[in-house]
């Protein structure tokens, strides 16, 4: 027994010496990426003109660092103080995906599962009338995916901001409304953030606020960042506008309290750019240790990237357009505290926008891309998304950005190798032992020889054997050139070990 457990964990360790994670290709791509600077200010400050901003800060994250930020307007308008990105904006939502990281962080340290039923935290929600008799309890999980079945709460949440604890539970108790039955459809609730603002509180046995700062914000050096407007130095504070009758008018601040939760953060470019990193930090799956801006990362960064993960479905663009005006169609999905999209071209795109009276802004990373924006706006329900979505595009077009590239995995190189050298004949090729026990009664070796010798007989002389472009660990393709052209070869390996070849497409191009 001894002898077999050591070999499992040499075979383990093997395995995890051999996994080289995916990198980036371009060592120049900070240097690629400066030429599109100035447009990108451009389209900031196109938005800012055109949406009457009294003012507007933005920054680019690269590879866990501010690599290029700016400001524009005023944060404060009768002072006529300029909004930079050291001004400290209120930004609204983009507050969920902290909170969610922080209920993350609880049930990592083993205080909470995510599948627990909320009123095992909050005994006001076992009266809770549900919209039908077979509906199953509300989850923690579903208060972050906003799929508890409470109804979509904008903007009544936004007014809700300074509500005091007594006041949320009052409103347990007083009875919620149900949209929908929990776990059946998303719909977004400030509510249901303000409900796990609660949990952390009582789990922690700290308000959360104190939790989040402590464990969260502190670690990852964001020391500006508060929840209080009352705390933030005047000189640095943006104050919140409506645009009404082609003037400002300054929205009154809201204070914080139970909903803080769901939109109560007040940070600046700079600070909310050292959590933008960790996002960022938890890509790509690898070995070593979890570290944050060179420290221990307040949280996992297997959690992190659980984050990110599309939970539940949240709608379908088919029409939505990229920065060129090409229609490219996006679905999305909300994750713990995030919104996930992708588009018609497989990229995947993460971030959260906030909106409250006086503020509007938006964060959002191309995890595959090592990329990320932040931008803040002083007017009611500042919209920034469409603005940002033009930046990404723009980053990426501009400076040839790629996604990481997977390195090949040494059984995959080792597979190609092998078929390379039997095809196109399959010379003895049931002997080889390359191939996995459904390999020939799925097509006998027969067949698959005559198929690939008539298709090869098709390109000539074979003049080419490409480079192996992986899929994962354990699939990918690669092209045969020939003299009249060429074959794309598919192929995909078992999950035993070593790894055998289950599956041969070969498809002329």
């Known amino acids: 027994m001894h002898r077999i457990l050591l070999c499992l964990f040499l075979t383990a360790t093997t395995v995890r010496a051999q996994y080289q994670p995916p990198i980036f290709a371009d060592a120049d791509r900070l240097e690629k990426l400066k030429a599109a600077f100035p447009i990108v200010e451009k389209l900031y400050r196109d938005r800012f003109e055109k949406a009457h901003y009294p003012g507007l800060a933005f920054g680019i994250v690269l590879d866990g660092k501010l690599v290029y930020s700016g400001g524009m307007g005023f944060a404060n308008v009768a002072k006529k103080l300029p909004a930079t990105p050291k001004s400290l904006f209120r930004i609204a939502s983009m507050t969920k995906s902290v909170t969610a990281m922080a209920i993350l962080k609880l049930r990592d340290e083993g205080k909470l599962r995510l599948d627990d039923p909320a009123e095992q935290y909050i005994p006001e929600l076992k009266k809770h009338k549900y919209l039908t008799t077979d509906s199953p309890r509300i989850t923690v999980r579903n208060l972050m995916t906003h799929s508890a079945g409470f109804p979509e709460d904008n903007p009544w949440g936004d007014r809700q901001l300074a509500d005091s604890d007594a006041d949320l ?78 003037t400002w008018l300054e929205e009154p601040l809201l204070r914080d309290g139970s909903y803080g939760a769901m939109g109560g953060l007040i940070t600046s470019i700079e600070d909310f750019s050292k959590y933008v990193a960790l996002h960022q930090a938890a890509w790509p799956p690898r070995s070593n240790a979890d570290t944050a801006r060179n420290a221990a990362s307040p949280v996992k960064r297997s959690s992190i990237r659980e984050m990110q993960q599309p939970w539940v479905f949240s709608g379908l663009n088919a029409q939505a357009k990229n920065a060129a005006g090409q229609v490219c169609a996006v679905t999305s999905g909300y994750g713990y505290g995030l919104g996930w999209s992708q588009n018609c071209t497989g990229r995947v795109a993460v971030g959260h926008s906030g909106g409250l009276p006086g503020f509007g802004s938006q964060w959002r990373i191309l995890p595959d891309y090592g990329i990320g924006v932040i931008a803040y706006g002083n007017l009611t329900y500042a919209g920034l998304g469409s603005a940002n979505t033009a930046v990404l595009d723009t980053l990426v077009t501009i400076g040839r950005l790629q996604p990481r590239q997977l390195p090949v995995s040494p059984i995959l190189a080792q597979r190609k190798a092998e078929l390379v050298r039997l095809l196109p004949d399959f010379t003895n090729a049931e002997r080889s032992g390359i191939f996995a026990e459904n390999f020939f009664p799925d097509k006998s070796a027969d067949t698959r020889r005559k198929q690939a010798q008539a298709l090869f007989a098709t390109i000539g002389k074979v003049l080419n054997v490409g480079e192996l472009v992986p899929e994962n660990q354990l699939r990918g393709t690669f092209v045969v050139e020939g003299e009249r052209g060429k074959i794309e070869v598919y192929f995909t390996l078992t999950p035993e070990n070593p790894a055998l070849i289950q599956q041969l497409d070969l498809d002329k191009l």
């Not at 007083?174 to 789990?203: C, D, W």
Request: no cysteine; net charge neutral; aromatic share 12%.
């Open 169 to 246: 539970l009052n409103l347990i108790k007083g009875g919620i409304t149900n949209s929908n039955a929990p776990g059946v459809a998303y719909e977004y609730s400030n509510l249901g953030f303000a409900m796990l603002g609660r949990i952390i509180t009582l789990v922690s046995g700290k308000p959360y606020q104190q939790y989040i700062t402590d464990t969260i914000l502190k670690p990852l050096g964001m020391t500006d960042t508060q929840w209080e407007y009352d705390r933030v130095p005047a000189d640095r504070l943006a104050l919140g506008y409506r645009w009404q009758n082609d």
